[in-house]
Each structure stands twice: as structure tokens, then as C-alpha cells.
């Protein structure tokens, strides 16, 4: 059986987020027409988690926190392991000024065309390993290098979550 090279895988997943493309500007919007400050975002999180869902992600709600969540696809003991990490909170009276609908949008559309592109490899023999997005809140109202590091100090705790270690974070900005 013939494996794809990485041309082909990233054709693959270019694909998967093209025939995504409405949903993904549908949810984009719909988060920029319901701006919630951070830590209130229930309906962007709700919104996320669906739509993961409805491309075949395993979706665990409140993760860490009440409005944020994890998904995953793929082997859980196979590498590497792609965490993806973006944002979908608005600013108090201004919105969505800061493009995090947007941010969102990127990267639960990155979520699917990585999930397409290791199952079109598995297809072939290939086991590539798992993607997992993590989504949670992030608002300019906190230090960045301190917000950020508790969210992944969580993720690493080492007694619940030493297997789940990312190879690599794409950061969605």
C-alpha cells in the first residue's frame, strides 16, 4: 500500500477546511454577533464543542475552567501529538476588536484539516499520531506568559496528563 507524502496530506487537509468553509464562516460570525468577555463565553463554547463534534471530534466540555474544552482524534499513545490552542473571548465594550472569533475559526478549521490528513494516512498504513484542540479564554486583560502557562500546566499535569504530552502547539494568533 502506498503512503502519502507530505504534499499530498497537506492537499488533503487544504481540502477538508475548504468543504468546511461555511460552517467555519458561520460559527466566525456567530461569535463576533454574540461577543462574551472572558470566562462568560458559554454560547462560543458552545458552539465550538458542536461543531468539533459534528466533524468527529471527541469533545470534553469544561475543561479547566466552565467555558473551555478539549477534543481529541486519534491513538492516544502514538506520536506526534498536535495540540492546537486558540482563543474565542471578546473585550468588555468593544467586542470582537480583537479578532478572536477569527481566531477561533482558524483553529477549529486547522483541527479538521489535521484530523483529515492523519486519518487519510492511517487509510494508507500510516499512523501519524493525534491532534487535540484546546480552547479556553484569553483576554487582554491578563498577562499572556502568565495565563497561558497555567492553561498548559494543566494540560501537563503529571499524574493525570503525562501521556497526552504535545510534540507540537500550533497557536492560533
Known amino acids: 500500500m502506498a503512503s502519502h507524502n507530505k504534499k499530498q496530506l497537506a492537499s488533503i487537509a487544504q481540502e477538508a477546511i475548504d468543504a468546511a468553509s461555511g460552517d467555519l464562516h458561520r460559527i466566525s460570525q456567530e461569535i463576533w454577533s454574540n461577543p462574551e468577555v472572558a470566562f462568560q463565553e458559554h454560547k462560543a463554547c458552545q458552539i465550538l464543542a458542536d461543531f468539533l463534534e459534528k466533524y468527529g471530534f471527541t469533545v470534553e466540555r469544561k475543561y479547566v475552567l466552565e467555558t473551555g474544552f478539549r477534543s481529541v482524534i486519534g491513538k492516544p499513545d502514538v506520536t506526534p501529538h498536535v495540540a492546537v490552542l486558540c482563543e474565542y473571548d471578546a ?48 483576554n487582554t486583560s491578563f498577562a499572556v506568559l502568565n495565563y497561558i502557562p497555567s492553561v498548559l500546566r494543566t494540560y501537563y499535569h503529571p499524574l493525570k496528563f503525562m501521556y497526552q504530552t504535545p510534540t507540537l502547539y500550533v497557536y492560533c494568533v
Request: with cysteine.
Open 91 to 138: 473585550l468588555p465594550e468593544i467586542g470582537h476588536a480583537c479578532g478572536h472569533n477569527l481566531i477561533a475559526e482558524v483553529g477549529v478549521g486547522a483541527a479538521i484539516g489535521i484530523k483529515a490528513a492523519l486519518e487519510a494516512a492511517r487509510d494508507k498504513g500510516q499512523d501519524f499520531g493525534k491532534v487535540r484542540s484546546i480552547l479556553y479564554q484569553q
